[in-house]
């Protein structure tokens, strides 16, 4: 089965950073895109980033590029996502997503952040 | 960006045959995918590249379109497809997802 656990979240002061994980299970994790998607408080879904099965390469949209990493350790089966100089904006639910590689194919439970002062 | 556009809510009643819309604002060609979320869930995937079932998921559901017109439909509805459904394309950089349509069952 299928599991993705997301950690790391919590109450963050604008401009500060903030790391997540996901620990990924029950398929091979190397073989497979990664991704990051956000849920901001009943809103709608965002995607936020991309990493291919090496890592080699990374994809954002223009509201986070420069200003969040998504990396993965294929060894520990782990996706990351440093998040810096974070705004209220960023405020939402963060998503764990195996991709395949250009839709979601499973997600995890999410993790939330709060930017707020 | 591509936006996609849903109608934001609908209610059906139980053994009826729905049709849920996303219209895009440019070309997706058929890079089109849809997810159901259910309250306070995360998404489940249910249709990718316009018009393929995922696995698992009931036959009820089936997708159609391409170009810039999706349709999602349920058929026939139960009462456990209470949820918000949302399309994603993939054709267009950077990937997007439409605002979601609630789906209540009467």
């Known amino acids: 089965e299928v599991q993705l656990v997301e950690s790391g979240g919590g109450l963050v002061q604008p401009g500060r950073s903030l790391k997540l994980s996901c620990a990924a299970s029950?398929?091979?994790?190397?073989?497979?895109?990664m991704a990051w998607v956000r849920q901001a408080p009943k809103k709608g879904l965002e995607w936020v980033a991309t990493?291919?099965?090496?890592?080699?390469?990374?994809y954002y949209p223009d509201s986070v590029k420069g200003r969040f990493t998504i990396s993965r350790d294929n060894a520990k089966s782990s996706l990351y996502l440093q998040m810096n100089s974070l705004k209220s904006e960023d405020t939402a639910t963060y998503y764990c997503?195996?991709?395949?590689?250009?839709?979601?194919?499973?997600w995890g439970q999410g993790v939330m952040v709060t930017v707020s002062s | 960006d591509t936006v996609l556009t849903q109608s934001p809510a609908l209610a059906v009643s139980p053994g009826e045959r729905v049709t849920i819309s996303c219209r895009a604002s440019?070309?997706?060609?058929?890079?089109m995918h849809w997810y159901q979320q259910k309250p306070g869930q995360q998404p489940k995937l249910l249709i990718y590249?316009?018009?393929n079932l995922e696995s698992g998921v009931p036959a009820r559901f089936s997708g159609s379109g391409s170009g810039t017109d999706f349709t999602l439909t349920i058929d026939p509805v139960e009462a456990d497809d209470t949820a918000t459904y949302f399309c994603?394309?993939?054709?267009?950089?950077?990937?997007?997802f439409g605002s979601g349509t609630k789906l209540e069952i009467k």
């Open positions: 990493i291919s099965t090496s890592g080699s390469r990374t």
């Open positions: 440019e070309s997706v060609s058929t890079g």
């Open positions: 997503a195996r991709g395949e590689p250009d839709y979601f194919g499973y």
């Open positions: 994603q394309q993939s054709w267009n950089d950077p990937f997007t």
């Open positions: 590249g316009a018009s």
């Open positions: 029950g398929f091979t994790f190397s073989n497979y895109y």
